[in-house]
């Protein structure tokens, strides 16, 4: 029997971000056309059998496949593994947008705060209420994170 990438891995391990990050390039020999190894050699990464367990994917291998297929599969388990989440967004920094970016991360907030109101109001808050707040949180941080560079920028001045 052959060895598939589409094997059970231990959920939540670095094998198993690496597996899905292959199968969200089309699996091993799309993969393999896109990074610069063999697709043996990208199964061996996947692989969480004994033989493999210190054979991980180096981290351009990972970028350009994250890259080609759009889904920061590995890069999202690094960060949950340092504490953090990982969120996208489109950086376009220009220190004369600073009020209308700040204007925009009230207005974000405040809906935020206005769905978790909302929501709490009975004193529980259900997939719906938090899919709201997921949403306006979401949106809050991504306009915060157009700003930061401009900010980040004006302290080295």
């Known amino acids: 029997?052959?060895?598939?990438?589409?094997?059970?891995?231990?959920?939540?391990?670095?094998?198993?971000?690496?597996?899905?990050?292959?199968?969200?390039?089309?699996?091993?020999?799309?993969?393999?056309?896109?990074?610069?190894?063999?697709?043996?050699?990208?199964?061996?990464?996947?692989?969480?059998?004994?033989?493999d367990a210190n054979c991980h994917m180096p981290a351009d291998i990972a970028a350009a496949l994250e890259?080609?297929?759009?889904?920061p599969a590995v890069t999202e388990w690094l960060a949950v593994e340092a504490g953090c989440t990982l969120l996208a967004v489109t950086v376009e920094p220009a220190a004369e947008a600073i009020p209308k970016n700040v204007a925009e991360?009230?207005?974000?907030a405040s809906k935020l705060f206005a769905e978790f109101a909302a929501a709490y109001s009975d004193g529980a808050i259900d997939a719906g209420?938090?899919?709201?707040?997921?949403?306006?949180?979401d949106a809050m941080l991504r306009e915060y994170m157009h700003l930061r560079p401009v900010l980040t920028d004006l302290t080295r001045g």
């Open 1 to 51: 029997m052959a060895k598939s990438p589409y094997k059970h891995r231990r959920p939540g391990s670095l094998k198993a971000a690496v597996a899905d990050l292959i199968e969200h390039c089309g699996g091993l020999q799309r993969a393999a056309e896109v990074a610069r190894v063999s697709r043996s050699q990208l199964f061996r990464y996947s692989n969480d059998s004994e033989e």
């Open 67 to 71: 890259r080609y297929c759009g889904q």
């Open 105 to 108: 991360i009230a207005q974000h």
């Open 129 to 137: 209420e938090a899919g709201k707040m997921l949403s306006a949180g």
